[in-house]
């Protein structure tokens, strides 16, 4: 049966507006779904009460866009904290690539997630996003700052904003089809 | 006791069977490209012999729907829908799609993305 789906990760750190891209361009309103924890993807934190523990879950938000009757896309916001790491590799694999959400405010927030997706060679593009409005750096100063390879896209956003959303999915899209030309 | 069952953390959900008999002890999927993002469709099938939860799922695929949004709607977790549309995929109540994850994405498959977005 021909029906495909297509994943793009939304990745970046606590309160940079993950949630909000993929409401503001899903077709539904977006969904939370949950995983269970083992112990052994908690790591060792916390083993003193885990008999008291039932269990534990971690939410993943999503939304969807149909993109024509044989492909639909699925936008899966990151689980915020950095212990779900393990989660990121279902969410990675496959995917198209990611978008890694980035708060001028906070810089370093977004760089563990820059450094996830090019340790693994997958294509993102980063997107500042510009809520509070006029931003405080310089392309260059937060290409510096992230360190990010100079083939990393870097787009201007407004995750409230449907159609500026919209143009960072595009902007990944374009640069995951240039790396497919052109393999790294 | 460490595989005692208190039969209290799913009574918020009005769960009556616990998961693990639902799913036959099964940890995993059979089939291990499932992915959050594969989408499943209800197959005419006579589904009078499922358990009711089974059923539940079956409600939801009348359209084409992934396995991340069955976990949703439904609120069960992403690991145990994974094995229970396994276990309804083995016995043909349900059709699949493509998965997304596979290594390779193909070039048709980002131009028509492009185009969609694009089309937005």
Redesign the interface.
């Known amino acids: 049966?021909?029906?495909?789906?297509?994943?793009i990760v939304v990745a970046g750190g606590f309160g940079t507006g993950k949630t909000t891209l993929v409401s503001s361009?899903s077709e539904i309103a977006p969904?939370?779904?949950?995983?269970?924890l083992t112990e052994a993807s908690l790591g060792v934190d916390d083993t003193t009460h885990v008999?008291d523990k039932?269990?534990t879950?971690v939410a993943?938000d999503?939304g969807?866009?149909?993109?024509?009757p044989?492909?639909?896309?699925?936008l899966?916001g990151t689980p915020g904290q950095d212990r779900f790491w393990f989660m990121w590799d279902?969410?990675a694999?496959?995917?198209?690539g990611a978008i890694v959400l980035v708060d001028t405010r906070r810089l370093d927030t977004s760089f563990a997630a820059v450094d996830y997706f090019e340790r693994r060679g997958i294509p993102f593009v980063t997107a500042v996003n510009q809520f509070n409005g006029q931003c405080a750096y310089t392309e260059e100063e937060i290409r510096g700052a992230l360190e990010l390879d100079p083939q990393v896209p870097l787009v201007w956003c407004d995750a409230r904003d449907?159609e500026s959303s919209?143009l960072a999915?595009?902007a990944l899209?374009?640069h995951?089809?240039n790396r497919?030309r052109v393999p790294a | 006791m460490?595989d005692r069952w208190?039969g209290?953390?799913e009574s918020e959900a009005g769960r009556f069977v616990p998961l693990y008999i639902l799913v036959n002890g099964r940890t995993s999927p059979r089939d291990s490209k499932l992915?959050?993002?594969?989408?499943v469709?209800a197959l005419q099938v006579d589904a009078n012999r499922l358990e009711p939860e089974y059923v539940q799922i079956l409600n939801q695929c009348g359209n084409?729907i992934?396995i991340?949004?069955i976990?949703?709607?439904l609120?069960i977790?992403?690991?145990?829908v994974k094995v229970m549309v396994d276990v309804l995929l083995e016995q043909g109540y349900l059709?699949?799609?493509?998965?997304?994850?596979?290594?390779v994405?193909d070039?048709s498959?980002?131009?028509?993305?492009?185009?969609?977005?694009?089309r937005?």
């Open positions: 049966m021909d029906r495909t789906s297509v994943k361009v969904l939370t779904t949950e995983e269970l008999e039932t269990h879950t993943l999503f969807r866009i149909t993109i024509s044989d492909v639909v896309l699925y899966f279902e969410l694999q496959g995917a198209v449907r919209k999915l595009i899209v374009r995951a089809m497919l | 460490p208190d209290d953390d992915d959050l993002a594969t989408q469709i084409w992934s991340a949004e976990g949703a709607y609120r977790p992403l690991t145990i059709g699949i799609g493509s998965p997304a994850q596979q290594k994405i070039m498959v980002l131009d028509a993305l492009l185009a969609g977005l694009e937005l």
